[in-house]
Structures are given as structure tokens and as C-alpha cells.
């Protein structure tokens, strides 16, 4: 368990390598049956249940938490584990935008089902975000594109952006799907943060802080709340979508290059430290569940 995060973290257990590969085996071939079902688009199957207070004969969703509740005691925290629909890793070619382009939005079909079921089990409305996966130059509500990290959620808009050959090359062309699925799924995070109404306090809270440096450490909790939450929904799935220990490690590794410099300066620290990023992702990849991602009641030592 790492320290101070929460209780009930539980390291991978060894030895199951035949188990899963019998698992996940089965999910695949089921994979078909149930996206037959599906349809195309991530459409939802008939039976799941609506969040949308306008749905006609459904009773309206609770309204979104407010105020400190909603970062400390937010209802989502009790839903338990994500339960994804079996998401087997998409065909990738990274020197083909399209191909990462069909890649993000398969992805980000799952991740539409996965948090859309949570919601409705912590009887929270919810709406899937827009997605903009730009090549060429644009404008959102929150800032113009490309943008220097090759990806960002913009609240305004709902919507998440992402350019398609701009995160290959900021990721050096790098093959492997996973830290392109972390990437989509962190900038998901946040707007599950929204949708559960701790966006809004948070921003508050933070621009009531006149240093810098108070802000940051608002700003860090927030990110690596995402980065707990992307955990989650990749512990979900990795069963089906086939990841692999190299996977894992690799996907870690990418939360650790991609956290603070530790020789940065004072204004650059909103993302935490290498330790932190990868240990709140590992977190969420094993617990799989929104409760172990409370960032804003962990101890500073672990925010920093």
C-alpha cells in the first residue's frame, strides 16, 4: 500500500500470467457480440441507465456537489470499481493520423461508457465530453492550438483537444499505444472532475491565493487527481485491452518524464513531482476505483 494515499491498495499479484490470458481471451471474443450490440459510435445499449435530467420517463439525476464536499466528499468517491465494457487495444500506426486519430477516438469511446456508468451510480448527471483532434492550428474557448503539451481540456467547451501528429512527435514517435491512452484518458480526468462538480470550488479556492506558489499546490492536487483517475479506467481495462507488464512500465515510466523538473522553477511546479505522478497513477491502476484518488485529503509529502 503506499503510504498515506488510502487504505486497501494491493500490489499486482504474480503468478497469474495462464488466468489472465484465459480472461482475457474470453472478453475478446465476447468483444465482438457486445460491440455488435453497441453499434458504432460508443452508442449506449438499451438498459443503461440516463443521467440526463431531461430524459423523458427517467427521474432527474441529484444535482452535482458544491462547495468543499465536492472535492472531499464527493459521491463518486463511493461508486467502487469502473465496470468498462472490454476495450481491446486499436490498430496503431503513429506515422498515420488517421490511424491515431481512429486510435483516440475507440479509446475515448470506452472511457464515455466507463464514466457514464459511474456517474449514474453515484446518481450524478453526466454528458461525455467533445473531442477536437486537431492537425491543423485552431481556437477554443480556453486557449488557441497547438498548444505546447500537444494536449488540454478546456471547461468552457467540454471538450477535450488533442493534436493527432503533435503528441507523436512530443512523444518522439514512440509506438506503443499506452502513452497515448494515458495521455487521453488524464486529459479525460479532468473533465470527470467537472462533471462532478469539483471543478468549480477547486478554481475558486485556487484564484482566491495571491502566491504563486499557493496556487501551484492547488493546481498539483488537481492534476494528480487526473492522473488517479486515468489509472483507474486503464486498471479497468487492462485485461481486455491486453496490457502487457512492459505496458505498465512503460506507461509509468511516461507519468514520471512527463511530471516537474525537479530543478524547475517555483512556477513551473504544477504537476508534481516524478515520485508523485507515477505513484498516484500506480494507485489508481491498482485500486480501479474513483474513492482512491481523494488527492485532496492526502498528506503534502504526497501532493508536492
Not at 15 to 25: D, E, I, M, S, T
Not at 97 to 113: G, I, M, Q
Not at 158 to 164: A, D, K, P, V
Amino acid at each position: 500500500m503506499e503510504p498515506g494515499i488510502g487504505a486497501g491498495a494491493r500490489r499486482p499479484r504474480r503468478g497469474r500470467g495462464a488466468l489472465y490470458a484465459a480472461v482475457a481471451a474470453l472478453v475478446v471474443a465476447l468483444t465482438v457480440l457486445l460491440w455488435t450490440a453497441i453499434g458504432p459510435g460508443g452508442a449506449v445499449p438499451p438498459g443503461t441507465p440516463e443521467t440526463d435530467a431531461d430524459a423523458a420517463g427517467a427521474p432527474a439525476a441529484a444535482q452535482r456537489p458544491s462547495g468543499r464536499d465536492a472535492l472531499v466528499d464527493n459521491p463518486l468517491y463511493r461508486t467502487g470499481r469502473l465496470s468498462p465494457l472490454p476495450c481491446p487495444a486499436p490498430a496503431l500506426d503513429v506515422e498515420d493520423p488517421d490511424s491515431v486519430e481512429r486510435f483516440l477516438d475507440t479509446l475515448a469511446d470506452c472511457l464515455d461508457y466507463a464514466w457514464q456508468t459511474q456517474f449514474a451510480e453515484a446518481d450524478l448527471p453526466y454528458r461525455p465530453p467533445s473531442r477536437v483532434f486537431w492537425r491543423e492550428p485552431g481556437s477554443s474557448p480556453c486557449r488557441d492550438y497547438p498548444s505546447e503539451a500537444g494536449a488540454f481540456y478546456c471547461r468552457t467547451s467540454t471538450s477535450i483537444y488533442i493534436g493527432t501528429e503533435d503528441v507523436v512527435r512530443k512523444w518522439k514517435g514512440e509506438p506503443n499505444g499506452v502513452v497515448y491512452a494515458s495521455l487521453l484518458a488524464h486529459e479525460y480526468a479532468h473533465h470527470v472532475q467537472g462533471e462532478s462538480g469539483l471543478l468549480e470550488y477547486y478554481h475558486r479556492r485556487r484564484g482566491d491565493e495571491a502566491d504563486r506558489g499557493a496556487q501551484n499546490a492547488w493546481t498539483r492536487r488537481a492534476e494528480l487527481q487526473a492522473n488517479c483517475l486515468a489509472g483507474a479506467f486503464l486498471g479497468s481495462i487492462r485485461v481486455s485491452y491486453g496490457l502487457t507488464s512492459a505496458d505498465t512500465d512503460l506507461m509509468l515510466d511516461d507519468a514520471e518524464a512527463t511530471a516537474d523538473r525537479p530543478d524547475g522553477p517555483e512556477s513551473d511546479r504544477t504537476h508534481g513531482s516524478a515520485r508523485n505522478s507515477r505513484t498516484w497513477l500506480r494507485h489508481g491502476f491498482e485500486e480501479q476505483t474513483p474513492g482512491a484518488c481523494n488527492t485532496w485529503v492526502a498528506d503534502t509529502d504526497l501532493v508536492s
